[in-house]
Nanobody, 119 residues
Framework: QVRLVESGGGLVQPGGSLMLSCAGSGNIDRITDMAWYRQAPGRQRELVSEISRGGFSRYADSVKGRFTISRDNAKNTVYLQMTSLKPENTAVYYC?????????????WGQGTQVTVSS
């Protein structure tokens, strides 16, 4: 059984910061690509940022310079540091990982964590 568990969401004022974490557990050989997506009410899920196992990363234009993705391969964990948060960043944030295990690679999603930016 493989699981991705997110943490770190919550309510923050505009201009504030939050750090999201997502840890993989279970039958994991290695994790290649990891990413954060988000889905706001009435909108489609969109990519926020992704990072390769080697640390190469890319970002949605709307978060460049404000969000930073990182990972700890030894802990099977990906992080998203969010700064200068805006109300339009309010969404459910989902962790994604491409996980290799005994039966081969597969895509996994976390359960989502709510981020609300409001005064």
């Amino acid at each position: 059984q493989v699981r991705l568990v997110e943490s770190g969401g919550g309510l923050v004022q505009p201009g504030g910061s939050l750090m999201l974490s997502c840890a993989g557990s279970g039958n994991i050989d290695r994790i290649t690509d990891m990413a954060w997506y988000r889905q706001a009410p009435g909108r489609q899920r969109e990519l926020v940022s992704e990072i390769s196992r080697g640390g190469f990363s890319r970002y949605a234009d709307s978060v460049k310079g404000r969000f930073t993705i990182s990972r700890d391969n030894a802990k099977n964990t990906v992080y998203l540091q969010m700064t200068s948060l805006k109300p339009e960043n309010t969404a459910v944030y989902y962790c994604y990982a491409n996980i290799h295990h005994t039966t081969g690679p597969a895509a996994y999603w976390g359960q989502g964590t709510q981020v609300t930016v409001s005064s």
